[in-house]
């Protein structure tokens, strides 16, 4: 759970196992940190281990003056998945890492990897899961008492956020600086990436001596770039009249001084293009040395500007999460970790009649249209294909219609907490708390997919198992943001409710959110996969 921790294997097995950092820290309680971290970034070469030393700079998860007794923390770590969380997000700088590491978590845990475009041989009691361009994901465990025509149950979330992007030609020069041309992804708090120390992450396409090409995952750690502000000498009246920078022209970050060759490849003309004429060739070459490559072997780049400062808890009691990304990678955990731990044990699919699925997508901040977004019929192929191979024939369309009819999906997507500053942002009788449970979303304009029906079976869950949960509807005065729940509720008509974990600076490059709800988001979503069809027997409608 410290800064720089223990990070993961991203692919197959076998791979050696070393000790979480959560173990580490409670050898280690009054120190900032363990005195060694291991930084894996070459997925294709699991045997690549880089060990170095972490500075001296205290440990973001609790200060030296007020450290948690060390039993205090071994007790809550046998309970909860925060510092799992932690290390999760500290990991998935992107959604290709987010993937990569839930394929390896799947792996670990004794889930079988599928492949599209590769027949299937699916049994009751099995474990699955294949991945979509290495950004979106869907796992599933069949129940040993499954029949044709039973039910999914679902839970969907999507693994992308809003960030900065390199441009497909990124290299640029002003003033005597190396800059670094960027396009939005989303709707972001652009002003939040401003004064933040920078890096990038994401995948490159690789040129193999056979002439084969290779993807590969790439995670720059330390600070690379930075969107330096204007200072105030030269910008009296920015307190008064508000930042607003323009941002095509004004959130381009600095790489470097200019130096005299450093322009030598964009002078280089050739008939064959590479990423040497578009991208600087000071950032190319950091990129190869961290993939162990020349710079002429990459071909292809696709790389997020990521904030380097880890994940941590904050607050006086540490009962914060600080850190980017949580939405969605939150809900992402917690849902994994959820069907993970429902079915571990053998006896934990002895009774299930149903399949317990998680669907993580791309795209969702843009749209969700696209060919790994939650529009493509991505996950309802893969039910239609399960259906298939347990029925051992192509099931007919009353079969695969009595399954959706029987299904039921939770769409999981951070939710709007409550602002102790902006109080009157939200319905004065639906203002969610942080540490107070999921947060039922619901919109009479369909712009969340939850209905009373699909609102009270969701809670029925959280009332058999004492958990929490809160409603929230946005102001008439308002305009609603959507989620991927009515997007798959309306793909072949699948009962659907929205939920999501309270959150505070959504679309910062910083957010918060309570650590008490994270446990809770995961209790209840385990306990959704663990008695929701004994629920939903109870309630006929129609």
Request: hydrophobic share 35%; aromatic share 8%.
């Amino acid at each position: 759970m410290a800064a720089n921790a223990i990070a993961r294997f991203h692919f197959l097995q076998p791979y050696p196992v070393f000790p979480k950092p959560s173990v580490l820290l409670s050898k280690f309680p009054h120190s900032s940190s363990p005195p060694f971290s291991i930084n894996v970034h070459n997925i294709n070469n699991p045997c690549r281990i880089h060990f170095r030393k972490f500075s001296s700079v205290t440990s973001p998860l609790c200060s030296t003056s007020g450290s948690i007794p060390e039993s205090a923390e071994t007790s809550e770590s046998s309970t909860s998945i925060v510092g799992d969380l932690l290390d999760y997000l500290n990991e998935s700088w992107t959604q290709f890492h987010a993937t990569a590491e839930a394929k390896r978590q799947l792996i670990a845990a004794g889930f079988h990897l599928l492949k599209e475009n590769e027949k299937w041989d699916l049994q009751p009691g099995g474990r699955y899961f294949f991945t979509r361009n290495m950004s979106s994901l869907v796992a599933f465990a069949i129940g040993k008492k499954y029949s044709i025509g039973n039910g999914f149950h679902v839970i969907a979330a999507h693994t992308d956020s809003p960030c900065l992007k390199l441009k497909p030609k990124s290299a640029s020069t002003k003033s005597g600086y190396l800059m670094v041309n960027v396009q939005l992804y989303g709707g972001g708090l652009w002003h939040t990436w401003f004064d933040r120390d920078l890096s990038v992450a994401g995948r490159v396409i690789l040129r193999a001596d056979d002439g084969s090409f290779l993807h590969r995952l790439v995670k720059i750690t330390r600070p690379l770039l930075r969107v330096p502000t204007l200072a105030i000498h030269l910008n009296r009246t920015v307190n008064q009249d508000g930042f607003k920078p323009n941002l095509e022209t004004q959130l381009i970050p600095l790489l470097a001084t200019k130096t005299e060759n450093a322009t030598a490849d964009s002078t280089e003309k050739n008939n064959v293009s590479s990423s040497k004429d578009v991208h600087h060739q000071l950032l190319l070459q950091i990129l190869s040395d961290e993939l162990s490559c020349k710079i002429d072997d990459i071909v292809s780049v696709e790389l997020n500007l990521c904030d380097t400062q880890p994940s941590c808890l904050g607050g006086a009691n540490n009962e914060f999460i600080f850190s980017g990304r949580l939405d969605n990678l939150a809900s992402s955990f917690c849902g994994l970790r959820a069907l993970v731990d429902s079915c571990t044990l053998p006896e934990d699919l002895s009774n299930e009649h149903a399949i317990r699925m998680i669907a993580l997508f791309d795209n969702e901040e843009v749209g969700s249209d696209s060919y790994q977004g939650a529009g493509a019929p991505t996950m309802f192929e893969a039910m239609r294909r399960i259906t298939d191979c347990l029925s051992h024939q192509s099931a007919g369309e009353s079969d695969f219609a009595r399954a959706i009819r029987h299904s039921f999906l939770v769409s999981a997507d951070m939710a709007h907490g409550v602002h102790p500053n902006f109080v009157d942002k939200h319905e004065e009788h639906h203002r969610p708390e942080l540490q107070k449970g999921l947060v039922i979303k619901h919109n009479a304009n369909q712009r969340y997919a939850t209905s009373g029906v699909t609102s009270f079976l969701f809670k029925e869950v959280a009332r058999l198992h004492s958990l929490p949960t809160q409603d929230f509807v946005v102001r008439n005065d308002m305009g609603c943001g959507s989620t991927i729940g009515p997007i798959l509720a309306s793909g072949v008509g699948i009962r659907t409710v929205d939920c999501g974990i309270a959150q505070l600076s959504m679309h910062s490059v910083r957010e918060i959110c309570g650590k008490e709800d994270i446990d809770i988001a995961y209790k209840h979503f385990k306990a959704f996969y663990q008695t929701f069809s004994s629920i939903d027997r109870k309630l006929i409608v129609d």
